[in-house]
């Protein structure tokens, strides 16, 4: 019989297929022995592992058999086990001591820039839980068909990497969240997905016919519903192809309002098959990347990355973030290990100002490309006005020792991103060049809901009064003193978050290079005719702002100032 | 006992991709010399014996690997690796 389940939208479109269950391994456990045994069990574990992966190699051919081919010797590498023993003897069970280990080695080749390293992140996964299941006992990853729906309580980005998805597919989660790395994936693949089901996601089999745009899945759905579905997708597909056909237009509201929308990128090669007259220009440069180049340290490497960046943009904007790591972003030797609340610990600026030697590299770098286009320069994280004083002022001296050696060099524009609650709230204590709202940390820490351990009652939106309460503020703070708001979070690109988003007075969108033509048409269908509504929801922080400034309102002012 | 030193530029489009690596490593094991590989000439440097850690390592194209090598066959080892890049894993 027909049923439907309701959970949130993480990735556009409409697709029907078979479903397969991935029972997950985190549910499983061992019965922990001695460290003795624990180690036993896992060099036995690698060890049937690889006797398996030869002898499927033995009768493969082709590709199939230099991929297993390298499993084998993965395998038969005593490196590979070298942190998970070590672990073992300080007394972990080597189920767990196995997991993290791996888990950093896959983490390695997924942040690489580099396709070939990327796509090695699938295989460490393959062998990962080769071994997994040996060490558990259990059968748990079932073959996964092109074409089929995903079901699972949670996907880590390795396993979605592995499957095809050149028949379509789709995804639906138990937990999960809209803004996770998997999601950003799906969208960037055109993955339809469905996360935050429940513990119902365990009930679900057979035909799914899953909604990527409501957030909902249908199983074994009737003829009728069929139909509908397909009419649906039919429609989605013809409002994406005529997305498509304007990408080169400006974004124009019914009433005339012109929007600028620009693209996130996480890796220079993002930009290679865009033609840059189709955006305003590069809202946000995701620096991680250079940590999987090897390139932190390397002032030249980075200066030919942002120099790239600068001549794709050709006059346009280019906003290049300053490394943000810490938070679900660990960078081992630079970030803080075992914080246990990285979220709330040292993260984007307040590492930057920790490490001021990896900070000056990047911004000498940075003003260097600055000299030769429309380079800014973004902080993350920034959660007091002294943050960015000091890191200007490491900015200027930087700028001088360029022009003390006769390197070419500009002081480009500092801005700031607004996604700690306390920067947006006091907005204008910070004398930023621009302003970024950084929407998916924000709503986080507004509303108390981590981005990625899914189910927070679905209280964690961008579309919270309070949240836009905040991102109004920031707004009308902006075009108060002149200088540019922006907003390079995931709502950006999101079509039901646009109306609230442009409504709140904000009027320059950064997203993912594949939801460029899609936030396009959103922002034709709004119209701000109705000016009063911007007024209406930023009216009860005019009040306090106005407050904070006046004679009474000083001692507020004060605080943060001394 | 000798010791050897020597570099070659990666020139293979996916630069110390896993087959590479792999194959790497499978020269180096036909030799007693303990060899270690380096992206600069200072390290730091790691196993050449070991898939694990030569895949860490992700030298892209145009990176250029350094070799060196302790023990008795150090020489041919060091020629051999740096004549196996050379010839881009007999690849392409």
Redo the contacts between chains.
């Keep these: 019989m027909e049923s439907k389940l309701t959970g949130r939208a993480a990735s556009p479109g409409i697709f029907v297929g078979p479903a397969v269950v991935l029972s997950a391994l985190a549910a499983h456990q061992r019965a922990q022995g001695s460290p003795a045994e624990e180690e036993g069990a896992l060099i036995a574990a690698i060890a049937t592992s690889r006797d398996e992966v030869s002898a499927l190699a033995s009768s493969a051919n082709g590709e199939a058999n ?1 991929i297993l ?2 499993q084998v ?2 395998l038969e ?4 086990s070298e942190t998970a023993r070590a672990a073992i003897a300080s007394g972990v069970a080597a189920d767990n001591a196995w997991r993290d280990a791996m888990a950093v ?1 896959i983490a ?2 997924e942040h ?1 820039e ?1 396709e ?2 990327r796509a ?1 992140a699938a ?1 460490l996964v393959d062998v990962r839980d080769r071994v997994l299941r040996h060490l558990l006992g259990v059968q748990t990853v079932p073959e996964v068909a092109a074409g089929s729906v995903v079901v699972a309580r949670d996907l880590p980005p390795s396993l979605f990497l592995g499957f095809d998805w050149s028949q379509g597919g789709a995804i639906v989660l138990g937990e999960g969240s809209a803004t996770s790395h998997v999601a950003m994936l799906a969208r960037a693949r055109g993955v339809p997905m469905v996360v935050g089901i429940g513990s119902k996601v365990d009930t679900l089999s057979g035909t799914l016919a899953v909604d990527g745009e409501q957030g909902s899945v249908i199983a074994a759905p009737g003829a009728t519903t069929l139909v509908e579905v397909q009419r649906r997708k039919a429609a989605s597909s013809r409002a994406e192809t005529e997305a498509r056909s304007r990408l080169g237009e400006p974004a124009i509201t019914r009433d005339g309002t012109r929007v600028a929308v620009m693209i996130n990128v996480a890796a220079p090669s993002d930009v290679e098959k865009l033609d840059a007259a189709s955006c305003d220009g590069i809202g946000l440069v995701r620096t991680e990347f250079l940590v ?3 390139a932190l340290r390397d002032e030249e490497r980075q200066f030919a990355l942002y120099r790239g960046l600068v001549a794709w943009a050709a006059g346009r904007p280019v906003t290049i973030r300053t490394l943000d790591a810490g938070g679900d972003k660990p960078i081992p030797g630079y970030t803080v290990a075992g914080e246990t609340n990285p979220f709330l610990g040292m993260r984007g600026v307040r590492l930057s100002l920790r490490h001021p030697d990896v900070f000056r590299i990047q911004l000498r770098a940075l003003a260097r490309a600055a000299a030769l286009g429309h380079l800014k320069v973004m902080l993350p994280m920034v959660t007091t006005p002294a943050e960015l004083a000091e890191a200007r002022k490491i900015l200027q001296e930087v700028v001088e020792s360029l022009r003390a050696q006769h390197i070419p060099a500009a002081s480009p524009p500092l801005g700031i991103m607004v996604e700690v609650p306390a920067a947006a709230i006091a907005v204008d204590h910070f004398d930023a060049a621009f302003f970024s709202i950084g929407s998916n940390d924000l709503v986080q820490y507004v509303t108390a809901s981590s981005r990625d351990s899914g189910d927070t009652g679905g209280v964690g939106e961008l579309t919270h009064p309070a949240v836009l309460r905040l991102i109004a503020a920031v707004a009308a703070h902006g075009t108060e003193i002149g200088r540019e708001v922006s907003l390079c979070g995931d709502a950006g690109g999101d079509p039901r978050a646009i109306p609230a988003l442009l409504d709140a007075g904000v009027r320059t969108l950064s997203v993912a290079p594949t939801l460029l033509a899609r936030t396009k048409a959103a922002i034709r269908t709004v119209d701000l005719g109705d000016a009063d509504a911007t007024i209406t929801t930023s009216s009860w922080w005019h009040r306090i702002l106005a407050t904070l400034r006046s004679p009474t309102g000083s001692v507020a002012r004060k605080g943060l100032d001394t | 006992m000798t010791h050897s030193t020597a570099s070659a530029l990666l020139v293979n489009d996916v630069g110390l991709h896993a087959r590479p690596s792999v194959k790497l490593t499978q020269t180096a094991k036909r030799f007693a010399s303990e060899l270690e590989v380096a992206l600069a000439a200072d390290g730091p440097w790691v196993d050449a014996k070991s898939p694990v850690k030569i895949m860490r390592v992700k030298a892209p194209k145009g990176a250029t690997l350094h070799f060196r090598a302790l023990g008795p066959d150090a020489d041919e080892a060091v020629r051999q690796l740096v004549s196996l890049v050379e010839r881009k894993f007999d690849e392409e």
């Design positions: 230099r081919g390298i010797a993965l590498d005593d490196a590979l080695e390695g080749y690489a580099d070939y390293f090695r295989d999987a180049n090897g």
